[in-house]
């Protein structure tokens, strides 16, 4: 069976640190790849998604960039993190676009 | 652009006090809605998907159904331990989910 893991769980980084989270996928190839970030209380909003290893597509202009180095891996970065990065990250995978999502746990960011 | 809308926002129930959640959608083309479930701290969890109109699912004392504007997710007979977030998304194909805000769904002893 397929199962995605996210790390870490929580993190509390300082204002114009920078940022890696990670997250990698098993028991499946070539999976389409996400990230969204949910502030409280609002829906999911789609940050990156890749279709292929080396692709990404970019929703929303920011501070962050994500990379696919591998076929399982998807990785969020940041040279410098701002206030307003702070939230709940996750990653998501599915066979294809119109298939469902499937989520790892998600990373808790406080920028303080 | 594809829109969902769902409500109530919040919903408070007591022990088997059955009720429905509403997804209204907007999209060109469906070719799919899906209904996830999320504690608090955790990734959604998925529950259903729905291609057509007239379409069911159901799943212990859930129910989701499809019409061609909107969702609806029934509970019936709700336990404590169904008390969640309760998210609806849509795709109109391409890569990307819509998703709705949710709806807070509490099941009171």
């Known amino acids: 069976s397929q199962t995605i893991h996210q790390w870490p769980a929580t993190l509390v980084q300082p204002v114009g640190s920078p940022l890696s989270l990670e997250c990698t996928v098993e028991g499946t190839s070539n999976p389409n790849l996400y990230w969204y970030r949910q502030a409280a209380g609002r829906g999911l909003q789609l940050l990156f998604y890749s279709v292929g290893i080396g692709q990404i597509s970019s929703e929303v202009p920011q501070n962050l960039s994500a990379s696919r180095p591998q076929d399982r891996q998807f990785i969020l970065s940041s040279k410098k993190l701002l206030l307003s990065d702070s939230g709940f990250y996750l990653c998501?995978?599915?066979?294809?676009?119109?298939?469902?999502?499937?989520f790892g746990d998600g990373t808790r960011l406080s920028i303080l | 652009e594809d829109q969902v809308t769902q409500s109530p926002e919040a919903l408070r129930l007591q022990e088997g006090e059955s009720s429905s959640l509403n997804c209204s959608y907007t999209?060109?083309?469906?070719?799919?809605l899906f209904w996830y479930r999320q504690d608090p701290g955790k990734g959604p969890e998925f529950l259903f998907t729905?291609?057509?109109a007239g379409e069911e699912k159901e799943k212990e004392r859930l129910k989701a159904t499809l019409t061609k504007k909107e969702s609806f997710l029934h509970i019936t007979a709700p336990k404590p331990e169904d008390s969640a977030t309760y998210l609806c998304?849509?795709?109109?194909?391409?890569?990307?989910?819509?998703f709705g805000t949710g709806t807070q769904l509490k099941v009171e002893l």
């Open positions: 998304a849509v795709t109109g194909g391409g890569n990307k989910l819509t």
């Open positions: 999209v060109s083309g469906l070719r799919g």
């Open positions: 729905l291609y057509s």
């Open positions: 998501a995978w599915s066979v294809r676009g119109d298939q469902p999502q499937h």
